[in-house]
């Protein structure tokens, strides 16, 4: 299920349900702080974790804990102490990491003010390091810009890569492009430079034709931009569930371990109901404006059920092992992590990880429709059972 197409289409279905919030809204759970809205302008002064998605985001101010930030238009002010994990459409760091970066997208910038005092790990279409690096510098871009200082190792794959005028590394530099380039003295020595050949000769051109000839099979860099982003996306939105509506999450969670079987039926019906209205909204005439609404909802029901249902299995199996019933947001987190990770690579194995994704969906749109049906139906219980009350005579 870790397709580019679907990754891009959740984003966008974030983006429109965070639109319809007139205000900021603002929620801490312990030392977890989450920001979500249509449009984010915040200044924060967190003590622990800081999560926030926006269509826009813009945040300064800082963060003693690691800081999340997702959008379509991010930009990173924030002092942070921990480590800082940024993903968008076009993302501008601006500001001092204490510990590691990890930022991905289409234009991905460092500015000279920011300073990563430990690795930095970035991946975009067009990506430029202007901001001086103390740790190690690892890089996958189509086009790559160095015009800063890098006090440890360096590795760079890109289609292009060039060299500003404060451009030094100090370390190692381990370079791969579509043709081996003359690396300045005054960037790195000689003999600390070196050049791997990328074996596939066409991934580059697979960059940049990625997701015009969808549906596909996924090419090579197609797959591991999307596994990339896939997993950061996932974990964004698992924060802001667990922050936003933890005791329905739980619910949901338990009723898919408590009864998975019935739940996996009511995700065949809900998932059928879903794709029916589609040709029934068009059968309608009046209704084909409606058909991309009901197109983007079966998006998002799908998104949100992978992740449901991932992150019950998890759930249940560290209780399994004897993990605790009731743990913290942050082992909820790495649980929901290592489970995502899990289930990503069974995609590469044919057919069976294909069935196990696709379970995982069915699962969890089965514990979102469960409450769904119960409204509609109304709790019948109390007058099943004074149906079945024996009559005294």
Avoid at 140 to 147: A, E, F, M, Q, R
Avoid at 194 to 209: A, M, T
Avoid at 361 to 390: E, F, T, W, Y
């Amino acid at each position: 299920m870790f397709t580019f197409t679907n990754v891009l289409a959740a984003i966008t279905a974030l983006g429109l349900s965070t639109a319809c919030l007139a205000d900021t809204v603002s929620i801490r759970n312990g030392k977890d702080t989450f920001f979500a809205g249509s449009q984010l302008s915040q200044a924060v002064d967190t003590a622990g974790d800081t999560f926030m998605a926006a269509r826009a985001v813009k945040v300064n101010g800082a963060s003693q804990g690691d800081l999340h930030v997702a959008g379509f238009d991010v930009s990173v002010g924030t002092d942070v102490f921990a480590d800082l994990y940024a993903l968008g459409g076009a993302v501008v760091i601006r500001s001092t990491v204490a510990q590691d970066l990890t930022a991905a997208g289409f234009s991905l910038r460092t500015e000279t003010g920011s300073l990563t005092q430990g690795n930095a790990r970035l991946l975009g279409n067009t990506v430029t390091i202007e901001g001086p690096v103390e740790g190690a510098l690892s890089v996958i871009g189509s086009d790559v810009i160095l015009n800063a200082a890098i006090n440890g190792d360096a590795r760079i794959l890109a289609q292009t890569l060039s060299f500003g005028p404060d451009a030094v590394i100090s370390g190692t530099l381990t370079y791969s492009t579509k043709e081996k380039i003359t690396i300045p003295d005054r960037v790195a020595a000689a003999e600390r430079v070196s050049y791997e050949k990328i074996s596939n000769g066409h991934v580059w051109e697979e960059w940049q034709d990625m997701g015009k000839d969808m549906p596909a099979f996924p090419t090579f860099m197609s797959v591991i931009f999307a596994f990339v982003i896939s997993i950061l996306f996932f974990l964004v939105l698992g924060a802001l569930m667990l922050g936003f509506m933890p005791n329905r999450l739980s619910k949901m969670r338990r009723s898919v371990t408590e009864a998975p079987g019935k739940i996996f039926l009511l995700g065949v019906l809900g998932l059928s109901v879903l794709f029916g209205m589609v040709p029934i909204t068009a059968m309608t005439i009046v209704g084909i404006p409606f058909v991309p609404v009901v197109l983007l909802a079966i998006i998002v029901v799908w998104t949100l059920g992978y992740a449901l249902g991932a992150y019950s299995i998890a759930m249940r199996l560290l209780m399994g092992f004897g993990g605790a019933t009731d743990p913290n947001n942050i082992t909820r987190l790495l649980v929901f992590a290592a489970a995502l990770l899990f289930v990503g690579l069974l995609n590469f194995i044919p057919f069976i990880g294909w069935a196990a994704n696709f379970t995982l969906v069915l699962l969890g749109i089965g514990a979102m429709a469960r409450p769904v049906l119960h409204s509609l139906l109304g709790n019948s219980g109390a007058a099943l059972d004074a149906d079945q009350k024996p009559l005294n005579n």
